[in-house]
């Protein structure tokens, strides 16, 4: 039988000798290898003289941060102790931050403005952060009912509360290189920067004082009625004993005020009222009708201008106090007639009562208009506050008249002494007289200067006590960390990608120039 089998017949090209096995070309590459690892350690001192290179040229940006609680009363509504507004961004403003730059010898590294420009201060909530998550995913179940939905608002509203916590990190990121201040300097500068800003928050910004306004003892000076007029003088003297009386029932109200005793006397604040009150009505305005109606220490002509000046001025005060008390007249009873309509009579004359009433009833069960109801309620509570308020305005207005009218009165009284007849009074009593009332004011600033020190002392006890010291206005929640922004790991894998790539390249390179003398042979 015929064999029509065709044997399979080799290319041309294709040689016994040319069939090498992988084996043999990597026992071929042996006279390279002293060659092939001088060029992979080449590359790799290379790659690490780039890499030191990139390293000086681009100096890695640390981070030193620190995580710090503040702790006075206020702090998470944004506020002192004392009421006066709080902004995280006090703590790294120019006062605070000079001085630290200046005591620690910063200059010698960096620039100010870049110091300043590189702290940070940041509010810090990570458990609010997640506890919104977590209840936002809640709200996206499309399933819920309204009730349900006010539920879960409530219960996140009662969770954040509880964990709302004035905290803040104060970081200071920058480039460390030769020239950079040592890591330790660093961390020095912001412990000092929260000090000084609690030295600050006291000190200027009023942080752990209340705010009332107190007075200076030097507000007053004895001789004042040798350069001024007597009933000038009197009426200055009088006026700043009102502010001062101001003062002290300001003060009164704090609590604990009573208890407090201060100055030479070892007075309280009652006691001190009592004092200013009595030298108002029993001192300073009998000297006023004995000046006025003895005509001592001035020009009456001018006394008449001043008392004039006196009554025009309070006549608008009380012209202003009578305008602002209708305007919040007028606007409480346009509120009432929008809240309120008046009442629809029906057709046979009786008057139609408004549904549920002024005030909305909250029927005990639960539905789709259960929710509005409780909107109504709350709506009802703010029309209340809204109302006690606008009364509380027309009460502080009508107060305010009432002492407006009351100074009005005694300008009056004391013009009418000044404009009646001249008590007949020789120059001797004349001049007597003139050196008595000089005399009994210098005693009266006197008097007045003790108990202004001793309202400052109050002042400074009751802020002290009930107030937090300065050194309980903040507290770190966790030590310095310092993190270094520079890619030492990418660098490091780019480096070994690139080293491994030289070296299979020139394996590859070696393996075909062996490969092509070994078939020249």
Not at 450 to 477: C, D, F, Q, V, W
Request: glycine residues 6%; aromatic residues 8%; contains cysteine.
């Amino acid at each position: 039988m015929e064999n029509n089998q065709t044997p399979l017949r080799k290319a041309p090209y294709e040689t016994e000798d040319e069939i090498v096995s992988i084996g043999a070309l990597l026992v071929s590459l042996s006279p390279y290898r002293k060659l092939i690892l001088v060029l992979v350690v080449s590359a790799a001192v290379l790659l690490a003289c780039g890499s030191v290179l990139y390293y000086v040229t681009n100096p890695p940006r640390k981070t030193v941060s620190m995580r710090f609680l503040l702790k006075f009363d206020g702090a998470e509504r944004g506020e002192y102790p004392s009421g006066v507004p709080f902004n995280p961004a006090e703590i790294v403003s120019t006062p605070v931050i000079r001085g630290v730059f200046e005591h620690n010898e910063l200059g010698q590294y960096v620039g100010f403005s870049e110091f300043k420009n590189s702290l940070v201060v940041n509010h810090r909530l990570p458990e609010l952060d997640l506890l919104r998550q977590e209840y936002a995913a809640k709200l996206d179940d499309r399933n819920l009912s309204p009730m349900e939905r006010e539920r879960i608002r409530e219960e996140f509203e009662e969770k954040r509360d509880a964990i709302m916590r004035p905290e803040y990190r104060i970081s200071y990121a920058y480039r460390a290189g030769l020239t950079s201040p040592p890591p330790e300097l660093v961390q020095k500068a912001l412990y000092d920067i929260l000090g000084g800003w609690a030295d600050y928050a006291a000190d200027k910004r009023g942080a752990l004082k209340y705010r009332i306004p107190v007075y200076s003892p030097e507000i007053l000076q004895p001789d004042m009625l040798e350069d001024t007029d007597h009933v000038v003088g009197l009426d200055i003297l009088r006026r700043y004993l009102q502010r001062i009386r101001s003062t002290v029932r300001g003060l009164m109200e704090i609590p604990g005020a009573e208890t407090v005793r201060a100055g030479e006397g070892n007075h309280t604040l009652f006691e001190i009222n009592d004092f200013i009150n009595d030298m108002i009505e029993y001192e300073v305005e009998p000297l006023y009708s004995i000046v006025a109606s003895a005509g001592l220490g001035g020009d009456i002509f001018q006394r008449k201008q001043y008392i004039r000046h006196r009554l025009f001025a309070l006549e608008q005060e009380r012209e202003a106090a009578r305008s602002r008390l209708d305007l919040i007249e007028d606007s409480l009873r346009s509120y009432a007639r929008e809240k309120h309509p008046p009442r629809v009579s029906s057709g046979s004359g009786a008057e139609l009562e408004p549904e549920h009433g002024d005030r909305p009833m909250l029927i005990p069960q639960f539905g789709d208009g259960f929710l509005d109801r409780i909107t109504q309620m709350a709506v009802h509570d703010e029309d209340l506050r809204f109302r006690q308020k606008k009364i509380d305005d027309i009460i502080q207005e009508g107060l305010q008249r009432v002492d407006i009218d009351k100074e009005y009165r005694f300008y009056e009284r004391v013009y009418e002494e000044l404009t009646g007849e001249a008590s007949e009074i020789t120059a001797r009593k004349q001049e007597d007289l003139s050196e008595m009332v000089e005399g009994r004011y210098a005693s009266l600033v006197s008097q007045i200067t003790r108990h202004l020190k001793a309202i400052h002392e109050i002042y400074g006890e009751l802020s002290e006590h009930n107030l937090h010291p300065r050194t309980m206005l903040y507290e770190p929640t966790s030590p310095l960390t310092v993190s270094s922004a520079f890619p030492t790991r990418k660098l490091a894998m780019l480096n070994l990608a690139a080293l491994a790539l030289f070296t299979l390249l020139t394996l590859y390179g070696f393996l075909l120039y062996a490969g092509r003398n070994r078939c020249q042979r």
